[in-house]
């Protein structure tokens, strides 16, 4: 298909043509599709409201595209293939043809449990399958999937089930990972004792470990499709109907549900799952993130499989049974394009080039790099040691929000530069503000990431709350989309993210708001008030730090500062728990009473000197003794 760039002419010419005429160029791509029925606009939108529509009054079902339309052309094709915890489980292969079948099967199995178009569906169900067909099957029928990722506590799955009010739940027995076996139901049933809106809950079997069914509520998923059809007419959608909700952290304490729509974020997966990885016919590409976060939405499921690729899915981690474990599935596979993140990367590269000597890696042709800062070592070591110099490194950034890949080099078409995400995509349109809001041309400058003109798969509002959506992305400069990123481009013209400038700290790759945790330590009942900055960590990137004050009542800090750990892992999970949690007499505060994170910041990363002026603080006392009891 016309619609890969091949060099960097090429580049350059889509890039014009996409600003020049965003209309033309967004429909030449578009028409590649299968619809129902086309738009009669390409685009309609403005940034105040939000209001941003793509493709409108098309008529589609996404999974026609990521299914039907590739039976006859490549149905015996792989299109997934899962690759378990344990290595010497056998793998599956799911072709296109038998991935179609269990996802209509699926599909008119929740069908049956009376789920219909509009109904959320939450998929809480670790790295297997179907995952991916529960996906798709909600898809195909018109219902919105949530999928929360599976190490998210009973009380984060509640809270995100009744946010969206979800009439199902998908989810399995428990889940293998590494040497560990996990409760997953277990968790379900604690989540959905405070859910009212939950009627049905199916289960997959996967690890046998015991689990309750409650009768009248629980179904197996073999019983649920137990000889159902493998046929399916999809459901007709509207372009802008709802695809799936994805609640993601922000700077407040509670989880927003991130909205995609159909039309566009099928037109935009595709396209820059194509471009970036310079996917060719037959490849096999792996992508490690996990079903849960955004990125294993836009590119394990939807945009590979939309390009009719072979995607890979992985069950296990990293380091399991040994740290070659990931350079054993690229030789064993054969992988061709690989996608993964940089805390991963620092992870691996904690363990020498030993483990990798072992295999050849030839098969690799691109290297991937998503959901926080790649550092320049890192980079260097991922580029000279997994591609042995031979593969161009793609340092993607992107946002749950933002649904696609919007600044990445295009694999051996756009030039790369460690650490650096370098050039817009075609169609996207970045400008840097400064903190007044002026737009900074030009060269050499750093300041705010904002996009001036819609993309197909931005964020359309943010669940039941547009305001918020307004308020957060489209309230700090007028009529612009904040990204919530700092960023720098250079003299050549480069784009280098260089973090958040909101709080939001990125953990392993996991964003975090840090009032989400600060709200999960404060259900301590001895806990008085909180405060958490991230700071820089080996090897997740950002660590997080807690001070807390508490009401001590002769117990020891030890057993507080545990106890205190565990409620978060409990409310939240352990994602979220503090790596180091410091108890404080005080907080610094302004007069007018807000938190001087900046300076908590400072000593969080173990720079004490120069913290400025602290004589205008409230309390300046209190520096001096969390200075003195810093970790
Ligand atoms: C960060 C993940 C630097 C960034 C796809 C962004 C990155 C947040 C990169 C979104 C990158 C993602 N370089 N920073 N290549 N990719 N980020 O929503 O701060 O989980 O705002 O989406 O991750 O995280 P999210």
Redesign the pocket.
């Known amino acids: 298909m016309s619609d890969r760039i091949h060099s960097l002419g090429g580049y350059i010419h889509e890039y014009q043509k996409s600003v020049q005429d965003p209309e033309t160029f967004w429909a030449s791509i578009a028409d590649s599709f299968h619809w129902q029925k086309k738009w009669d606009k390409l685009v309609e939108w403005n940034f105040d409201e939000p209001k941003v529509e793509w493709f409108k009054n098309a008529k589609l079902n996404i999974t026609e595209n990521v299914l039907d339309r590739h039976l006859y052309t490549r149905g015996d094709q792989a299109a997934i293939i899962w690759e378990p915890n344990d290595p010497n489980e056998e793998h599956i292969t799911l072709t296109y043809k038998e991935l179609h079948a269990k996802v209509c099967q699926f599909a008119n199995a929740m069908k049956a449990k009376g789920i219909k178009k509009g109904d959320r569906v939450i998929i809480y169900i670790p790295m297997v399958p179907e995952a991916a067909i529960a996906m798709l099957a909600c898809a195909r029928i018109g219902a919105v999937h949530s999928v929360v990722f599976a190490g998210f506590s009973a009380s984060a799955l509640a809270d995100r089930i009744n946010d969206c009010e979800a009439k199902m739940v998908l989810t399995s027995d428990g889940n293998f990972r590494g040497a560990k076996q996990i409760p997953v139901k277990a968790v379900v049933d604690e989540a959905v004792e405070n859910t009212p809106s939950i009627e049905t809950v199916i289960t997959l079997k996967r690890t046998g470990q015991e689990v309750t069914m409650k009768e009248g509520r629980d179904i197996w998923w073999h019983d649920a499709i137990d000889g159902v059809s493998t046929e399916n007419k999809a459901e007709a959608m509207d372009a802008e109907d709802m695809l799936f909700i994805l609640y993601?952290s922000g700077s407040t304490g509670k989880p927003k549900g991130v909205v995609h729509t159909c039309g566009g974020y099928m037109v935009y997966t595709y396209y820059s799952f194509k471009n970036v990885f310079q996917y060719n016919q037959g490849d096999v590409y792996w992508c490690t993130a996990d079903v849960g976060?955004?990125?294993g939405h836009s590119y394990i499921v939807y945009g590979p499989l939309l390009a009719g690729a072979t995607s890979i899915m992985f069950e296990g981690v990293p380091t399991f049974p040994d740290a070659g474990r990931f350079w054993q599935v690229c030789d064993k596979h054969q992988v061709n394009q690989f996608y993964t993140a940089p805390t991963a990367i620092r992870a691996l590269q904690a363990f020498g080039t030993e483990p990798i000597e072992p295999y050849k890696l030839d098969s690799l042709k691109v290297l991937g790099?998503?959901?926080?800062?790649?550092n320049e070592e890192a980079w260097h070591w991922y580029h000279d040691h997994v591609g042995k110099g031979r593969c161009p490194i793609v340092?993607?950034?992107?946002?749950?929000?933002t649904g696609g890949i919007l600044i990445?080099p295009l694999a051996g078409v756009t030039p790369t530069k460690p650490a650096y995400?370098t050039l817009p995509l075609p169609g996207i349109q970045p400008v840097i503000l400064d903190n007044e809001g002026n737009e900074l041309k030009g060269n050499s400058v750093e300041g705010n990431l904002c996009i001036k003109f819609p993309w197909p798969s931005m964020l359309r509002t943010t669940y039941g709350d547009h305001e918020r959506c307004r308020q957060t992305y489209f309230s700090s400069f007028a009529g612009h989309y904040f990204?919530?990123?700092g960023v720098k481009r250079d003299e050549d013209g480069y784009y280098r993210?260089l973090?958040?400038v909101d709080d939001?700290i990125?953990v392993s790759?996991?964003?975090m708001g840090t009032a989400e945790v600060e709200n999960a330590i404060n259900e301590h009942p001895m806990v008085v008030e909180s405060a958490v900055v991230g700071y820089p960590h080996d090897i997740k990137g950002q660590g997080i730090y807690a001070y807390v004050i508490c009401d001590m009542e002769g117990r020891s800090e030890e057993s507080l500062q545990n106890e205190i750990k565990q409620t978060v892992t409990k409310i939240i999970g352990p994602i979220a728990k503090p790596d180091k949690l410091q108890i404080v007499p005080g907080l610094p505060k302004t007069r007018s009473g807000k938190i001087m994170r900046r300076i908590l910041r400072k000593i969080a990363s173990g720079d004490a000197s120069n913290l400025g002026d602290i004589s205008t603080l409230l309390n300046p006392e209190v520096v001096e003794a969390i200075k003195e009891g810093a970790q």
Request: zero cysteines.
């Open positions: 993601t976060w955004i990125t790099s998503v959901g926080e800062p790649i340092d993607t950034w992107w946002q749950t929000e990445s995400a990204t919530g990123d993210i973090g958040r939001v990125n790759g996991h964003r």
